[in-house]
C-alpha cells in the first residue's frame, strides 16, 4: 500500500486549526493521501474512547498500515501512542509535536479530557514504531517544558527544541510548520 498520512489535532482543537489544514496542502501537494479526523471536543465528549472509537473506523479500513506517517499535537501524540499500543498498530513514522504524559495543571477542563488520554507504560510505542521525532518549545504556555522534555526523552529517536515556539498552535504564530515537511 501506498504512503499516507493522517494529521491529529489537539484538546478543544480541530482538523481546521493551526498549522494543520497548511500541513495537510503541503502534503497533498506531494501527491500525499492525507486524513485529517475531527475528534469530538469539550467536556463530555473528548475522551479516549470516543477518539480511539473514531480511529478505530480508520484502522478498520485499512488506512493505518505500517507505510503511515501520524503527525500529531499536544494531548494527541500520547493518544496516538497509547491507540498504537492497544491496538497493536505498527506505523512508519510518528512526528509529535508539544507531547506530553500524565500531566495534569493546565485547568480543571483541560484535565478533565486528557486525564484518560495518557498511557502507564509510554516506552511501549517504541514496539510499534521505530521513528519518533518530537518537537517542543523552551517556553510552552500551558505544559512546562520539562513535562514535554521527559516525554520526548522517553520515546523519540531524534527531537528538537523550537526556541521561543510556545505551544508551537496559531497563538503563537503556527499557521504554517515548515519544519515539519523535513519529515515527509
Known amino acids: 500500500m501506498k504512503e499516507n498520512y493522517f494529521l491529529i489535532h489537539g484538546s478543544f482543537g480541530s482538523p481546521f486549526g493551526n498549522w494543520l489544514p497548511w500541513l495537510r496542502k503541503e502534503l497533498e501537494g506531494r501527491n500525499g493521501k492525507v486524513y485529517t479526523p475531527d475528534f469530538p471536543t469539550g467536556v463530555g465528549f473528548q475522551n479516549y474512547e470516543n477518539w480511539s472509537s473514531l480511529l478505530k473506523v480508520y ?3 485499512g488506512l493505518i498500515t505500517e507505510n503511515t506517517t501520524i503527525f500529531a499535537h499536544s494531548i494527541a501524540p500520547v493518544f496516538i501512542s497509547k491507540f498504537l499500543v492497544e491496538n497493536k498498530v505498527p506505523v512508519k513514522k510518528l512526528v509529535f509535536v508539544c507531547g506530553f504524559n500524565n500531566y495534569l495543571g493546565i485547568d480543571k477542563d483541560y484535565d478533565s479530557v486528557n486525564r ?10 517504541k514496539d510499534y514504531c521505530k521513528e519518533i521525532i518530537c518537537l517542543y518549545s523552551d517556553n510552552d504556555p500551558y505544559v512546562p517544558y520539562e513535562v514535554e522534555k521527559d516525554f520526548a526523552d522517553t520515546i523519540a529517536t531524534s527531537q528538537e527544541v523550537i526556541e521561543g515556539g510556545g505551544h508551537l498552535n496559531s497563538e503563537s504564530g503556527y499557521r504554517e510548520f515548515p519544519k515539519l515537511l523535513e519529515y515527509i
Open 116 to 125: 484518560g488520554m495518557y498511557l502507564e507504560n509510554l516506552t511501549n510505542v
Open 59 to 61: 484502522l478498520d479500513a
